[in-house]
């Protein structure tokens, strides 16, 4: 089943521009990923935000969590061309007989316009 | 550093085929080993995952099956292929410790005609 939802499925807009995708999730989480995928290869990790965190920054990526909303975002500022992907969310449950599990949402693809 | 092979990129194979896909990590030691199914349009669905030599667990009931023959090798496989089962499989790596992220290879396409 899929646990993380993002929105919008489809986000269109001027490079240069800041581009925000939303997910959100059913049950409780350890961490809070999020992945990026170029079209037809493998995804990419780009963020951790933990559960008792509420915003974290990695470059031009501003990650927020909301746990009580069981929401998170993801900003993405002054966008370029080859930021043209989908953006997943993952949260995290440990497995019973060790690993972590990742669930992924359903993504939201991003198309950055010259 | 760490990578990961997987290959074949795509392949085609018919109804009632077998199938081998295989998935190799350099670079750690004894990672936690994930192989993920994506649908067209959909997000990624765990299939197996596997922290140790010969210790393969499945998420889903299915067609497919997997195995870990040496410490970072890992793979899927099928006696006869459905239809169903066509889709872009992505094997992954992780650390052992909560907040390892995962680390995936470029994934194989697979269509069953």
């Known amino acids: 089943s899929q646990q993380g939802e993002e929105d919008p499925q489809a986000l269109s807009i001027q490079e240069g521009e800041n581009a925000t995708m939303n997910c959100s999730y059913k049950?409780?989480?350890?961490?809070l990923q999020w992945y990026r995928q170029n079209s037809g290869r493998g995804l990419v990790h780009l963020i951790l935000?933990?559960?008792?965190?509420r915003e974290k920054h990695s470059g031009r990526l501003r990650v927020t969590l909301d746990t009580s909303k069981k929401s998170s975002s993801l900003l993405i500022t002054a966008s370029r061309a080859a930021d043209t992907a989908s953006y997943f969310c993952?949260?995290?449950?440990?497995?019973?007989?060790?690993?972590?599990?990742?669930?992924f949402g359903t993504g939201t693809q991003l198309k950055v316009e010259l | 550093s760490q990578t990961i092979h997987q290959w074949p990129a795509t392949l085609v194979q018919p109804v009632g085929s077998p199938l081998s896909l295989e998935c190799t990590v350099e670079?750690?030691?004894?990672?936690?080993l994930y192989w993920y199914r994506q649908a067209a349009g959909r997000g990624l669905q765990l299939l197996f995952y596997?922290?140790?030599?010969?210790?393969i667990s499945s998420e889903v009931p299915q067609n497919l099956s997997a195995s870990r023959p040496q410490d970072r090798q890992f793979i899927l496989s099928s006696k006869k292929l459905l239809l169903s089962d066509s889709g872009f499989y992505l094997c992954?790596?992780?650390?052992?410790?909560?907040?390892?992220?995962?680390?995936f290879g470029n994934g194989t396409r697979l269509t069953v005609t």
């Open positions: 992954a790596w992780s650390g052992g410790y909560r907040d390892s992220p995962l680390h």
């Open positions: 049950t409780s989480i350890n961490n």
């Open positions: 935000i933990r559960s008792n965190e």
């Open positions: 993952a949260t995290l449950n440990i497995l019973t007989g060790g690993g972590n599990k990742l669930t």
């Open positions: 670079g750690t030691s004894n990672p936690n």
């Open positions: 596997s922290v140790g030599i010969g210790q």
